[in-house]
């Protein structure tokens, strides 16, 4: 099997666009292109993460008009990956297995979505087809609405008073806003407190505003290849390791939303891969969708013991300069959520932690460091592990 | 590399369905399962075609539901892919790069699909976001319209009389209505004559309302293994010799729509890995959308000259008893087109006619076929050569 490495990579700012989904693409894939010392013509493959174009922009199989913005040769598939908020890991996933295998050996992944476009009230209702459209949704199941049972299932489980694990929630989100001022790309730059979390408005119990994250508009690409051929193209490749795909399906499924058999498999697939275990992670960028979705993520993730990470979260484990730094981009919560692209501006984040280019939010001697991301109310569940190479 | 054969193949009768995606799917993975002597929970991973869930049942992400209703394990993949109406081909073609890499032994591909729910006035509305939205939808180009042209400019090309044109699309519209009687699973099971097809109401000049495939409900299944590991379960595996995908991109990108690089080189690759040329193929099921649509693929394919295909149809080459019978199934235009299924579907009567199991509409001693598959105005391309085992 050959090392597959990322070569560069690129991301538009989050955040309210004019520009198309395409536009917006263009302008990711092209400084990836850049830093990669590549051009568009010799990309072999285009993996595209995008949910709903079509909802956006009228937009159906998006992936080969990408390929022709950018001036992709037409010799070269193009292909979309719809897995909802994971669609852009998914994506990479499915990129660096086919570089890794020898199918090709230079291609591009990425994501563009353009959420915020939509509104707050249609973007809503639009990304509930995540969950289950027969068994879920028609019961008025939203998707804070299933975070709120986490957390209120979280809270029974560990016999955790509701009023600690929201402080801790809240906690999550004043970290994450105070990384995303430290990211000129973030949606939101400016610092909250645990007070404007805890006096927003109620959004479904226990979460409130500040705990649920934005709808953006935004697309992130990287160049992916083989190692062998193309490391000399750029000073610091960065090593894609490992790689995890589960499917926990609909919530009906689900025994416990604390804990999932397909999440958890995912995480140890990527870190077996890549040879290395939870501890040896230096930095993460996970799903925060909402703040319980960091809190149980990092558990699932292996990073805390399960019950645990309220506690390390108070005492600052996850902060920039803490343990383990989670979402030092400012995560979905303060970077931004453009569902499709997401996956892919996490592992922007990632590679540039590792190549030690992010500045004021820099997580000192990062070597290793994982990306996770969630598609819809869990069905898709993707893990990749990166390293410097 | 190793050789990837399909084990067993499942699906639907496509018309008009009261049941959902999801039970569709499932109905057709059942069969393809039970064909493969395969349980579900052995499955690795799942790749689905869809590609108007959200339009059709508010469902996005199916792919981990359709996972989850067949009894998948959580810790299989399940991913969707979007390539409008190319989609299944290009779900089939991912699931058989990735047995061929050895990342996975034994997976599942297909499609399903809901369209004729919609009616077809929506349905034209929403299958029109496959084509550009910004450079062509805008400017009032629809399908029809766009093959509308490709006959006009097929007719100028070669300098032949659109009413001779007009005559041998009539004919593959006769035929593959005629191959549809013999088919049980196909939307339409009735013969019609030429005066049918040239008497009906114009839709978009010189294509009538005959030239047109309808929009279908159904769904279909494969089975796709690692030969090796497991040749010996089923007593008639299919080869998967070969696959080819591209991406013509937006109408605008092209300088002749009766000639398109990207058809013809995906074409090239599936014969160049299969070791065959056309002249080997001894059976077609090709994207007939519009009959124009068959004439110009016979030519891009390689069959025909250019310029000569509608002479051969006019003498019959492609009938089920002709020298290459193409879409013995009925084609999209009789056995239907539920958009996100159809290349799985293509797939299933090319295994069925390679098996020599399709009874009265059985190609004489068919050992080698071919799937084509386009995803909307051209956008994708995507090819299978299979062959017996």
Redesign the interface.
């Known amino acids: 099997m050959r090392d597959v490495v990322i070569l560069g990579v690129g991301m538009t700012k989050f955040g309210v666009s004019n520009l198309?989904q395409?536009e917006m693409f263009a302008e990711a894939a092209l400084e990836a292109l850049h830093e990669s010392q590549v051009k568009a013509k010799d990309l072999q493959a285009?993996f595209v993460g995008n949910?709903?174009g079509?909802?956006e922009?009228?937009?159906?199989?998006i992936?080969?008009?990408l390929?022709?913005e950018i001036g992709?040769k037409?010799?070269?598939?193009?292909?979309?990956?719809?897995?909802?908020c994971a669609s852009a890991t998914?994506a990479v996933r499915?990129a660096v297995?086919?570089v890794?295998?020898?199918?090709y050996d230079i291609v591009m992944a990425g994501g563009t979505e353009r959420t915020a476009i939509m509104g707050t009230p249609l973007a809503t209702k639009?990304f509930?087809?995540?969950s289950?459209?027969?068994y879920e949704?028609f019961s008025g199941i939203t998707f804070p609405g299933v975070f709120g049972m986490v957390a209120h299932q979280y809270a029974a489980k560990y016999r955790i008073p509701l009023d600690s694990l929201t402080h801790a929630m809240a906690k999550v989100a004043v970290k994450n806003h105070r990384n995303g001022v430290l990211n000129p790309l973030a949606h939101f730059r400016k610092e909250i407190t645990i007070d404007t979390v805890l006096g927003s408005p109620m959004i479904a119990d226990p979460l409130q505003l500040f705990d649920c994250c934005p709808f953006s508009d935004g697309a992130a690409a990287v160049v992916i290849a083989d190692a062998e051929k193309f490391k000399e193209r750029v000073p610091k490749p960065i090593l894609v390791a490992g790689t995890g795909?589960?499917?926990?399906?609909?919530v009906y499924?689900q025994k416990d939303l604390t804990r999932?058999?397909?999440r958890e498999?995912?995480a140890k697939?990527a870190y077996e891969e890549a040879g290395v275990g939870p501890s040896d992670i230096d930095v993460i960028e996970l799903h925060d969708c909402f703040t319980i979705a960091e809190v149980v993520a990092l558990e699932m993730l292996g990073i805390f013991d399960f019950g645990a990470a309220p506690e390390a979260i108070e005492r600052g484990d996850t902060a920039l300069d803490g343990k383990i730094p989670v979402n030092p981009s400012g995560g979905l919560k303060a970077k931004g959520h453009p569902i499709g692209a997401t996956g892919a501006a996490q592992t922007y984040e990632i590679v540039k932690q590792l190549r030690g280019e992010c500045g004021d939010r820099q997580v000192k001697d990062a070597e290793i460091g994982l990306v996770d991301t969630l598609?819809?109310d869990f069905?898709?569940v993707c893990n990749l592990v990166l390293r410097r190479y």
């Open positions: 198309s395409k285009l949910v709903l079509d909802f922009e009228g937009q159906i199989n992936a080969p008009f390929a022709a992709m037409a010799e070269a598939p193009a292909t979309r990956f719809e897995s909802a998914v499915h297995l086919m890794r295998s020898g199918e639009t509930a087809m995540g289950h459209s027969e949704r795909q589960g499917s926990a399906g609909p499924r999932m058999a397909a498999a995912s697939h598609g819809g069905g898709t």
